[in-house]
């Protein structure tokens, strides 16, 4: 993580807390609703579209170049190099700097699209519903947050609905409910960063 956040700009301390949220810092995390995977849980149009933009900085050119943009959307012709390329999420150093540079580019388009300060949970906002969604997720809770949050964002509600509804009513999470979700969630894996640049973990419960 220190070197990922060395070499990409992102807060070390922000990376550990989306590894942390994310997979427990399991590297071969894999979720059951998607194909989220990885210490990051990136899913597969995620990761390819990171590795395609940013694979050559890290000595991946040889797979960034087999990635192809239809459509907006990345592409890799041969199944074998797509499945390998896609593996790559399970190296914790290799996900750790795609996670960097992503952290990076979100919070400068969260500082440039949204009107409020883009702190720990809007970074991890962008990570969880992407740049634009975030982005959306965040000027619509400034004008109303009481709205209910699954209407917004109904896909990602359908793959995550311990996030968008309530576990004991079944009722949809307002925007101001799933943002006070992810706050009370990050706040319990804070990693402080201290003085010297090196983290302090969370204190034991």
Not at 152 to 176: I, Q
Request: charged letters at 15%; hydrophobic letters at 40%.
């Amino acid at each position: 993580m220190e070197n990922a956040a060395a070499r990409t700009g992102a807060s070390f301390s922000q990376l550990m807390e989306n590894a942390s949220t994310e997979s427990g810092f399991n590297a071969a995390a894999k979720s059951s609703t998607s194909s989220a995977t990885g210490l990051f849980q990136f899913i597969d149009s995620t990761w390819l579209g990171l590795v395609k933009q940013y694979g050559a900085k890290f000595g991946l050119g040889k797979y960034a170049d087999q990635i192809t943009m239809k459509n907006g959307k990345p592409c890799v012709a041969n199944c074998a190099v797509k499945n390998a390329i896609l593996n790559l999420r399970k190296d914790p150093e290799i996900s750790a700097l795609m996670a960097g540079m992503m952290n990076t580019e979100n919070r400068q388009y969260l500082s440039a699209h949204t009107g409020g300060p883009v702190g720990t949970t809007e970074i991890y906002l962008a990570h969880f519903l992407g740049a634009s969604g975030a982005t959306t997720f965040l000027n619509d809770r400034a004008e109303n947050g009481s709205v209910a949050d699954a209407s917004v964002f109904p896909e990602a509600a359908a793959a995550n609905k311990h996030v968008f509804y309530d576990a004991a009513t079944g009722r949809p999470r307002t925007l101001d409910q799933v943002y006070d979700f992810f706050s009370q969630k990050l706040a319990g894996t804070q990693f402080a960063e201290t003085t010297d640049g090196s983290t302090a973990a969370p204190p034991a419960a």
